[in-house]
């Protein structure tokens, strides 16, 4: 019984969700923003793979939401790179939903074009919550090991694009990038997979470029 309520729970709490995330999409389609939400588990390189990803923009143009559970940290960094950022804190929360990207929306300059979400680090819930984007990046590390794919599919499933990173350290790893693609393919064949060291800058502008070429695919009339 108890199961039975948890689960109508959250299915209206998806439905909610669903509907602002719904809105938060019009309103970015209305002002041309171009929003990209990235996913992946804590310390597979996120915040560093915007860093690198902003050298290949005009960094006026690009807003950036981090999620966290606590700090400023990752918004800092942002900053320090020269974009503007905003950090929620998610206090209890291990994921993004959108009525808090919602509650950000304001602080968005009529000169933005691009608008990077940067989730809570977790490959669980993030994949359940729309938060009004055009594009889903999720991303594994390979010190993570090789088995990421298969053992979290919805992430995976539900992402336009996957990241590979940390390939520099491939060397000293045990991990099998073919098996990582072929898996990758087996979930969903259609998927792009960019594989990139952030950390030195290889492979990045290959994902910039998707980036921008998605903006004005979307946007072209
Ligand atoms: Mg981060
Ligand atoms: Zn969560």
Redesign the pocket.
Same mark, same amino acid.
Do not use: A, D, I, Q
């Given at each position: 019984m108890a199961e039975i309520v948890k689960e109508n729970i959250s299915i209206s709490i998806l439905r909610v969700n669903e509907e602002i995330a719904n809105e938060l999409r019009q309103f970015f389609n209305q002002k041309k923003i171009f929003v990209v939400n990235l996913i992946s588990s804590p310390g597979s390189g996120k915040t560093m793979l915007i860093e690198r990803l902003l050298d290949y923009f005009d960094k006026k143009k690009v807003f950036v939401f981090v999620g966290d559970i606590e700090t400023e940290k990752d918004a800092k960094r942002i900053r320090e790179k020269g974009a503007n950022s905003y950090q929620i804190i998610t206090g209890n929360?291990?994921?993004l939903e959108a009525i808090m990207i919602k509650k950000g929306l304001s602080l968005i300059e009529d000169c933005t074009e691009y608008l990077f979400i940067e989730n %809570?680090g977790?490959l %669980?819930?993030?994949a359940?919550?729309d938060l009004g984007e055009h594009l889903r990046i999720s991303m594994i590390s390979t010190p993570e090991g090789d088995d990421k794919i298969l053992k979290y599919p919805k992430a995976f499933l539900t992402s336009d694009v996957i990241v590979i990173n940390k390939i520099d350290l491939l060397k000293y790893l045990p991990f099998d990038i073919k098996k990582v693609e072929e898996e990758a393919r087996k979930i969903k064949n259609e998927v792009k997979i960019f594989k990139i060291s952030a950390l030195l800058g290889e492979g990045v502008k290959d994902l910039a470029d998707f980036i921008k070429e998605e903006r004005e695919r979307k946007f072209k009339n």
């Open positions: 929360t291990c994921h %809570v977790n %669980v819930c993030p359940s919550y």
